[in-house]
């Protein structure tokens, strides 16, 4: 998500200067800016202060799939509370024009009201496996809320739901690029639980416009950035099907624990205040990806 988004910032003419632990993320999606002279990348951690001069702050730090935030709970804690600590209190220090925050849909956990409003405020468990992620952004909107009234940082709120797109981690545990991972390794789709749980999904290119209208508008959210289209797992399994390979089994496992039943943004807000909404459908962006993902899986083959 974040390599798109420095795209449509320099594609405008913006100076982008990137900060980065690669935890989770990859220099790769970066190296076609190197000689860019608008375009810097600092390797460092959020969770350790920085001073830098910037006009705006996108602040995405934070592992989001399952695999890696679990991997190392605490580390993934410590950036949602520590790092968005330090990234508003240097939107602070350096009287910063913006701050913008992007959380997520797991701030309404296993939801009982569907689809989701940014008025609901959660059912979530906070001493489950997910609440490292879960809690963590929900703090981190709580600290971003109390800078802004407290010390006057203007600041943004997004709500991100699922997104898919080219450069996803091929192995992040997350079910579009796993599908789309195993399809393409002529593995069986795994599917936990029944099946009958549901997401959104979101292609990668509406959300980088999403973001932008909210950095760029006079609101501060919390804003639903995500599809409302909702497809089971075995509904999203079938259309993966359909675009890779038709004779591609399923695999039933057991679900993981705290797995939200439903997930579905109402995007009201985000329509009637940011003019925005998604245009790209799944069945349009999920070849996208396949592209991106069929290269890269082949380039592995190649190098075994």
Request: aromatic share 8%; hydrophobic share 35%.
């Amino acid at each position: 998500m974040g390599s798109h988004l420095v795209d449509k910032l320099l594609a405008r003419g913006d100076n982008v200067i990137v900060i980065d632990n690669f935890f989770t993320g990859r220099k790769e999606n970066l190296v076609h800016h190197f000689r860019n002279p608008k375009f810097e990348l600092i390797r460092h951690d959020v969770v350790e202060p920085i001073l830098l001069e910037v006009d705006q702050i996108y602040h995405l730090a934070c592992p989001a799939s399952p695999v890696h935030y679990k991997y190392n709970p605490i580390k993934t804690i410590k950036t949602n509370v520590m790092g968005t600590l330090n990234m508003l209190g240097l939107a602070k220090r350096i009287g910063a024009r913006r701050f913008l925050l992007t959380s997520t849909s797991e701030v309404y956990g296993d939801p009982l009201e569907h689809p989701q409003k940014e008025t609901y405020w959660g059912n979530v468990n906070p001493i489950g496996v997910r609440s490292c992620y879960d809690e963590g952004k929900r703090t981190a909107e709580t600290l971003t809320m109390d800078y802004h009234r407290g010390a006057d940082v203007e600041v943004r709120i997004a709500r991100i739901f699922n997104t898919y797109g080219p450069r996803m981690c091929i192995d992040d545990g997350r079910v579009v690029s796993n599908f789309v991972a195993q399809a393409l390794r002529k593995q069986p789709l795994t599917v936990y639980g029944d099946g009958k749980q549901t997401r959104s999904f979101q292609y990668v290119s509406d959300l980088v416009d999403g973001l932008i209208a909210l950095m760029e508008s006079d609101h501060v959210g919390p804003f639903n950035l995500g599809n409302p289209g909702e497809f089971t797992m075995l509904e999203l399994a079938e259309v993966v099907k359909d675009t890779i390979d038709s004779t591609a089994t399923i695999e039933f496992k057991p679900n993981t624990a705290d797995d939200p039943h439903k997930r579905k943004p109402d995007i009201t807000k985000a329509k009637e205040l940011l003019n925005w909404e998604p245009k790209v459908s799944l069945r349009e962006g999920l070849p996208r990806m396949v592209t991106d993902f069929q290269k890269r899986i082949l380039n592995e083959e190649m190098r075994l």
